[in-house]
C-alpha cells in the first residue's frame, strides 16, 4: 500500500522537525536575516501549518490559494508545538486511512482562475507537505544558527549535536 510506504519516512521527517521547531525561541518570533525573508515566528507557524496539509490533500481534490488568507498567530514555542503536534497526527491519520486509489487520485492547486498545477495525491502528498517542510526547516535552521541556537541534528551530525 502507498500509505505504508510513506509512513515510516513521514514519521522521521517529522520527529526531525519537531526537534527543529522546538529550539524556536518565542523572544525572537519577530526576527528575520533580511528584509524579504519570513520573521523567524512565522517561518516557524507555516511549518506548523504546512504539517496539517496532508488533511486538505487527502480530504478535497483542489485548493484555491486565490482568496484573502490570515495566517494563524502563535505566542510561545508550546502553542507552536501544539499546532504542529495537532497537525502531524490528523495527518498521519489521512494517509493511514488513504487507500491506495485515494492517492492515485488528481489533487489541483489553484489560484483564482489559474491552475497552478494538477498531480495525483501521492505527488502532492510527498511535494507539498514532505518536500516543502523539510525546505522550510532548513531554512529555520539556519536562523536557529544566526541566533546562536543550537542546531539539532537532522540527517547526520551539527556543530552543536554530534550523536543522533
Known amino acids: 500500500m502507498i500509505s505504508q510506504s510513506l509512513l515510516p519516512e ?3 521527517e517529522m520527529k526531525t522537525t519537531r526537534r527543529v521547531l522546538e529550539r524556536v525561541d518565542a523572544g ?3 526576527w528575520k536575516p533580511h ?7 512565522t517561518l516557524a507557524t507555516h511549518v506548523a501549518q504546512l504539517a496539517g496539509w496532508g488533511t486538505t490533500i487527502m480530504g478535497q481534490d483542489e485548493l484555491d490559494i486565490g482568496g484573502p488568507f490570515t495566517p494563524p498567530q502563535v505566542e510561545s ?6 499546532m504542529f503536534d495537532k497537525n502531524v497526527a490528523a495527518t498521519r491519520a ?8 485515494d492517492f492515485k487520485k ?3 492547486l489553484r489560484k483564482g482562475d489559474r491552475e497552478v498545477f494538477t498531480l495525483p495525491k501521492a505527488a502532492v502528498v510527498r511535494t507539498m507537505v514532505f518536500n516543502h517542510i523539510i525546505h522550510h526547516r532548513g531554512q529555520l535552521s539556519v536562523y536557529l544558527r544566526l ?3 543550537p542546531v539539532p541534528s537532522v540527517y547526520g551530525p551539527t556543530a552543536d549535536e ?3
Open 10 to 12: 513521514f514519521d522521521q
Open 28 to 30: 525572537k518570533f519577530g
Open 35 to 41: 528584509d524579504k525573508s519570513f520573521p523567524f515566528g
Open 77 to 82: 514555542t508550546q502553542e507552536l508545538l501544539d
Open 94 to 101: 489521512a494517509l493511514a486511512n488513504a487507500s491506495d486509489e
Open 106 to 108: 488528481p489533487w489541483t
Open 147 to 149: 541566533n546562536d541556537i
Open 162 to 164: 554530534q550523536v543522533f
